[in-house]
């Protein structure tokens, strides 16, 4: 593979510390969610920032697949990723969930359901994580 771009990024203090990109245009504060034992304090999570990555990739490759196969997508189109974390089932660690849901209002549900699927192939975090994430692919 050719890289076109890295990102460079670190955190200190882990789930309760403080990260950002080493060229200062993204910084964030963590907190631990309260269900995960944590104060729920003011600061975001892995899982959230994940979330937002995922919807704007995911965005990213409908994109590319609509303007391939000619179709034009509405401004208001929209991208919702709900990630959870757990204990996986093997009690060895822990591991994620993911559930999208795409709405392009105006496009017609089997078409939009057929570009969410070529996004899916296309889509650079959902073929990192094919092997060990069921993603749900939900068209509202």
Known sequence: MKTLYTAHGHATGGRDGEGATDDGRFSARFSVPKEMGGDGGPGTNPEQIF?????ACFLGA????ASKEKVKLPETTKVSADIGIGPRDDGTGFGITAALTISAPGVEKALLEELVHKAHIVCPYSHSIHKTVD???RVA
């Open 51 to 55: 979330s937002v990555g995922y919807s």
């Open 135 to 137: 993603v749900l692919l």
């Open 62 to 65: 409908l994109k590319f697949v």
